[in-house]
């Protein structure tokens, strides 16, 4: 249904992201793709640069051998989607969430050597919870305070930065 809904009315983007996460969940990972980059043809989309941040990110993992070039390149490209979904919407917590996400992915695809991607996460974890660099944190202001999975890879960051008692 969602493949007739999409052809039918090219323009339905969300019909193209929800056949993208439906391929995704499935294990399709490179029609995931193309379905997100068919709503990014048509200009930035939030929803769909998030979705691709994770998908890279996701390819990174799957298609690409540890430490090789292939896998630098999901993850760059993986911070590049989530920065343009940023640019969309500065106080977008779930947004910065990825932005972070990117970075921490980054700092080990290029082999743990580089504590400024660390700190660039920490300051994206840190927008994402507030809903913005300049966010109150207020409920209903884009932050996400309450998502456990922020908090989870927050520690993990600062486990690697050797900030134990935060």
Not at 98 to 125: I, R, T
Not at 130 to 147: R, S, V
Request: proline fraction near 4%; charged fraction near 20%.
């Amino acid at each position: 249904a969602l493949k007739k809904a999409a052809k039918l009315n090219p323009a339905l983007d969300g019909a193209w992201n929800c056949l993208g996460q439906l391929f995704w969940k499935k294990g399709n990972l490179d029609g995931a793709r193309n379905c997100y980059q068919s709503v990014l043809k048509r200009g930035p989309n939030k929803k769909t640069l998030q979705s691709m941040s994770m998908l890279c990110r996701s390819l990174a993992k799957s298609k690409a051998a540890p430490g090789s070039e292939d896998q630098r390149a999901f993850v760059a490209e993986s911070l590049v989607h989530a920065k343009a979904a940023v640019k969309l919407d500065m106080r977008d917590g779930y947004s910065w969430y990825q932005v972070g996400m990117a970075y921490m992915s980054q700092f080990f695809a290029e082999g743990a050597s580089d504590p400024a991607k660390l700190n660039h996460a920490l300051k994206a974890y840190t927008s994402a919870e507030k809903g913005g660099p300049t966010g109150t944190g207020a409920a209903g202001c884009g932050g996400i305070g309450d998502y456990p999975d922020l908090h989870f890879n927050r520690a993990i960051v600062q486990r690697y930065c050797e900030e134990y008692g935060a």
